[in-house]
């Protein structure tokens, strides 16, 4: 898919032919401008040829079972989170390839994965995207192309199943390949079409943004004036491992993350999410554990911000080098923070046959 000429085919035209162009892409959902019978056969055949709207994708939903189609309907009940989850790889025009995950839940929440980098620079160990180096910035179109494929999905699925059932897209999160505050511009820019009335109509508050914490990013943000949801990959509790873990960290240490979250929760009164994924023997001790709990209640913190950290506990997806934690000590580290009156959840498998986690499908072969 390739709007970027979108703006200049069309200039010629009556300015409501753009509108109806955008309403058709992302409101309708077509993948061929052939179904956009309002224009002429011959405008339908130059957008086609210059604007594609077809999506090259690879779907996964199951480790076994791979396949090339794009639109294939059916998806596999995730038995460890009860939710529907999908998984699929495109590939740019330039022939790079990002993943992005759909998930779905019960409550009819349909949440998708948004990659914002191919590749990332911050080299996390732990993380299979860190891995794969570098490539470049997506574009804001790039960004929105992910909702857009499941938007399609959705579609199809609606039609097949109940008529008239409602679908869509409700809930985006940045949390596929790369760091969103490093593609800052087209991150935001991609949040206010995914807001747009006029677009994808997503409420701020069901979007949220997790970041390796980029300091500079978080102050950024906090003044865009959007009720958006922060997260924050912190996976250690002290500025040693965390270095070790993520090397950024020795940009920007523990103590200026923290006051940069406040400072966000201060603007927006919205809580903040601490992602903290359980490694086996790397972080998830008894004493990792207490030490968390206490940066979680950290004194010098103003009591009103403190009530709104959360952690997320996340189980490792292994991509390598380390393990996950065995459900044993998950439980030992669950109590500890629950006995210190910490805020947490422990986010469910989405999608862990599929290899849901952050850039571990676009890097496996
Ligand atoms: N770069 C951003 C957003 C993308 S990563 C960030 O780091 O926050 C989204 C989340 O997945 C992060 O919390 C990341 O640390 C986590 N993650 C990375 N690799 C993982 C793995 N193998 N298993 C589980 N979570 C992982
Ligand atoms: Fe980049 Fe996030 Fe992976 Fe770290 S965890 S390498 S910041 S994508």
Redesign the pocket.
């Known amino acids: 898919m390739d709007l970027e000429n979108l703006e200049k085919i069309l200039e010629n035209e009556p300015d409501f032919r753009l509108k109806q162009a955008n309403e058709a892409v992302f409101k309708k959902y077509i993948s061929d401008w052939s179904d956009a019978t309002f224009f002429t056969k011959e405008l339908r055949e130059k957008l086609n040829k210059e604007c594609p709207l077809e999506i090259l994708a690879e779907t996964l939903f199951s480790k076994n079972q791979k396949t090339n189609n794009t639109h294939i309907l059916t998806t596999v009940k995730n038995g460890v989170s009860g939710a529907d989850s999908v998984k699929a790889k495109i590939t740019l025009k330039d022939g790079l390839e990002i993943e992005t995950v759909l998930m779905r839940h019960e409550d009819g929440r349909n949440t998708v994965c948004v990659s914002?980098q191919v590749g990332?620079p911050?080299g996390?160990l732990?993380?299979?995207?860190?891995k794969m180096g570098f490539k470049r910035n997506l574009s804001v179109n790039e960004i929105l192309e992910q909702a857009i494929f499941f938007n399609r999905y959705l579609k199809k699925i609606a039609l097949s199943e109940v008529e008239g059932s409602s679908f869509g897209v409700t809930n985006v999160t940045?949390?596929?390949?790369?760091?969103?505050f490093l593609n800052y511009e087209n991150v935001l820019k991609a949040i206010r079409i995914l807001n747009d009335k006029n677009y994808f109509n997503i409420g701020v508050r069901s979007i949220s943004v997790?970041?390796?914490g980029i300091v500079e990013g978080i102050e950024k943000f906090l003044k865009e004036g959007l009720q958006l949801n922060l997260?924050?990959?912190l996976?250690a509790p002290n500025n040693k491992l965390r270095t070790e873990l993520m090397p950024i960290s020795k940009k920007y240490s523990l103590e200026k993350v923290l006051s940069a979250v406040d400072n966000y929760i201060l603007a927006t009164k919205r809580k903040v999410m601490f992602?903290y994924?359980l490694i086996k023997d790397v972080n998830d001790s008894k004493e990792c554990a207490e030490e968390l709990a206490k940066l979680m209640h950290n004194p010098s913190t103003p009591l009103r911000t403190r009530k709104l950290y959360f952690v997320n506990l996340?189980?490792?997806?292994?991509?390598g080098t380390f393990k996950p934690s065995t459900p044993q000590r998950v439980e030992v580290f669950k109590k500890i923070l629950k006995k210190s009156g910490v805020n947490f959840v422990q986010r469910y498998r989405f999608g862990d046959d599929i290899k849901a986690?952050?850039?571990?499908f676009a890097t496996s072969k």
């Open positions: 914002s990332c911050l996390c732990f993380c299979a995207t860190g940045f949390m596929g390949m790369g760091e969103p997790s970041t390796a997260a924050i990959s996976h992602e994924v996340i189980l490792y997806n292994a991509t986690a952050c850039g571990q």
